[in-house]
């Protein structure tokens, strides 16, 4: 691919990172997902401009401010494991405080990260990225559609979401790469509009 092919693609998926700002955090994520199946799991973090963001934002952020492929790979693996952490929470139907609030927030810092293109001390990313995963963890679980009773069900559940989670750190990344190479401007603008997007979802 051409530097020209790439500027494009990059452009292509800033704008369909940014598209659908109408949607707001969670509602309507329950109608979206119909019983508990690894397909269910799979569709649940797409179904929401909040999560699908936060996810694809921590891989741009990895791959903006990493010097190896395995730095890059340092602040996904925190989200992913945090982030079962939470769904845990959320599955044994513990309280977890402000996490609508926390998800908003989320999608404000990261965007912030990506937008001032922040390079970090590793543990430091880790802990933002796996900081905010609990909260956007703690929602999966907690949304388990009520037909989950059985464990086998619920499991098929959870591995879904993981798989399409890392999957839009994977995305991220690519992304990140390219925005870094060929388009770093684009980069603080999907940034800033990330970040304008978990200010909406605040005083929405």
């Given at each position: 691919?051409?530097?020209?092919?790439?500027?494009?693609?990059?452009?292509?998926?800033?704008?369909?990172?940014?598209?659908?700002?109408?949607?707001?955090?969670?509602?309507?994520?329950?109608?979206?997902?119909?019983?508990?199946?690894?397909?269910?799991?799979?569709?649940?973090?797409?179904?929401?401009?909040?999560?699908?963001?936060?996810?694809?934002?921590?891989?741009?952020?990895?791959?903006?401010?990493?010097?190896?492929?395995?730095?890059?790979?340092?602040?996904?693996?925190?989200?992913?494991?945090?982030?079962?952490?939470?769904?845990?929470?959320?599955?044994?139907?513990?309280?977890?405080?402000?996490?609508?609030?926390?998800?908003?927030?989320?999608?404000?810092?990261?965007?912030?990260?990506?937008?001032?293109?922040?390079?970090?001390?590793?543990?430091?990313?880790?802990?933002?990225?796996?900081?905010?995963?609990?909260?956007?963890?703690?929602?999966?679980?907690?949304?388990?559609?009520?037909?989950?009773?059985?464990?086998?069900?619920?499991?098929?559940?959870?591995?879904?979401?993981t798989v399409a989670t890392m999957a839009l750190h994977l995305s991220g990344i690519g992304l990140g790469a390219a925005l870094r190479r060929q388009a770093g401007w684009l980069a603080r603008v999907a940034g800033a509009g990330v970040a304008l997007y978990g200010v909406g979802l605040m005083v929405a």
């Amino acid at each position: 691919m051409n530097r020209s092919n790439r500027s494009r693609a990059a452009m292509a998926g800033v704008s369909l990172a940014l598209a659908s700002t109408a949607v707001m955090a969670h509602p309507g994520h329950d109608a979206a997902t119909v019983g508990a199946s690894l397909w269910a799991g799979l569709l649940h973090p797409f179904t929401g401009m909040d999560h699908l963001l936060a996810m694809a934002g921590v891989g741009v952020w990895s791959a903006l401010g990493a010097n190896s492929p395995r730095e890059t790979l340092r602040m996904p693996f925190a989200f992913v494991a945090l982030m079962l952490a939470g769904a845990a929470l959320g599955l044994c139907g513990l309280a977890l405080p402000l996490v609508e609030p926390m998800i908003a927030a989320s999608l404000v810092a990261i965007g912030l990260l990506v937008a001032l293109r922040a390079r970090l001390p590793a543990w430091a990313g880790m802990a933002i990225a796996g900081g905010f995963a609990v909260f956007h963890g703690y929602a999966h679980g907690a949304e388990l559609p009520a037909t989950a009773g059985a464990l086998p069900a619920a499991l098929a559940y959870v591995g879904g979401f993981t798989v399409a989670t890392m999957a839009l750190h994977l995305s991220g990344i690519g992304l990140g790469a390219a925005l870094r190479r060929q388009a770093g401007w684009l980069a603080r603008v999907a940034g800033a509009g990330v970040a304008l997007y978990g200010v909406g979802l605040m005083v929405a």
